[in-house]
């Protein structure tokens, strides 16, 4: 099956700076999402972002398809963007969104 | 809109009970899905629905049974729990298979098996 690695598995970092995520996948997709998970375990969908560039916000995201990768920029980083963010894929002709095993975000004041 | 619900949020079990865990949304999504999210792990496809009556098995299937008779409800059935089967349960709908659009996923049920 397709394989998702995202990185760094952890970053710890201080309030207002930036950072950037990294997901790789192995096979082509028609879609990927990141999502964030708060520390309550709530997971948030962040962006829909197969290809492209997208902004919302302190957040960007950025998808190479060709490249088989996606980045997920955060600037001036505050507290409560800490938590844990994944990179999900579904490859194309699947119905399966497959996703990573995480980038744990903390944020200190 | 509620959007997608679970309950219970939290369980507790012993090793051969069985339980079904409850997922509804309101948003008229065709596409349904369980997942199971580990310690330190990213989430695995358990189930999936693609409307009422239809349903197929994802990663990790094994000990689950599910069955989507309307399309707002998706329960999941745990036939005889195991320890194994220790973790936090997430449901999601979308549009469609999660191939072209965003997934929204419910509030999650904590499950342990002693």
């Known amino acids: 099956g397709i394989q998702v690695e995202q990185s760094p598995p952890d970053l710890i970092l201080q309030e207002g700076a930036n950072s950037t995520l990294r997901c790789n996948f192995s096979?082509?997709?028609?879609?990927l999402q990141w999502f964030h998970q708060n520390p309550w375990g709530q997971l948030i969908n962040l962006f829909y972002?197969?290809?492209g560039t997208k902004q919302n916000g302190r957040l960007s995201a950025t998808t190479v398809a060709t490249e088989r990768y996606s980045l997920l920029y955060i600037s001036s980083s505050q507290t409560t963007d800490s938590g844990v963010y994944f990179c999900?894929?579904?490859?194309?002709?699947?119905?399966?969104?497959?996703f990573g095993q995480g980038t744990r975000l903390t944020i200190n004041p | 809109n509620a959007g997608v619900t679970q309950t219970p949020k939290f369980q507790v079990l012993k090793t051969g009970q069985s339980m079904t865990l409850q997922c509804a949304q309101d948003?008229?999504?065709?596409?349904m899905s369980w997942y199971r999210q580990d310690p330190g792990m990213g989430l695995r496809l358990i189930h999936y629905?693609?409307?009422?009556?239809?349903?197929d098995q994802g990663e990790v299937p094994n000990g689950y049974n599910v069955s989507r008779s309307t399309t707002e409800d998706f329960p999941l059935r745990l036939l005889s729990a195991a320890p194994s089967q220790t973790s936090v349960y997430f449901c999601?709908?979308?549009?469609?298979?999660?191939?072209?659009?965003?997934?929204?996923f419910g509030p999650g049920t904590r499950l342990t098996v002693l």
């Open positions: 999601a709908s979308s549009w469609t298979g999660g191939y072209a659009d965003t997934q929204y």
């Open positions: 096979d082509s997709v028609n879609n």
């Open positions: 972002i197969p290809s």
């Open positions: 999900a894929v579904n490859r194309k002709g699947a119905q399966k969104l497959v």
């Open positions: 948003m008229n999504h065709e596409y």
């Open positions: 629905s693609v409307g009422a009556g239809i349903t």
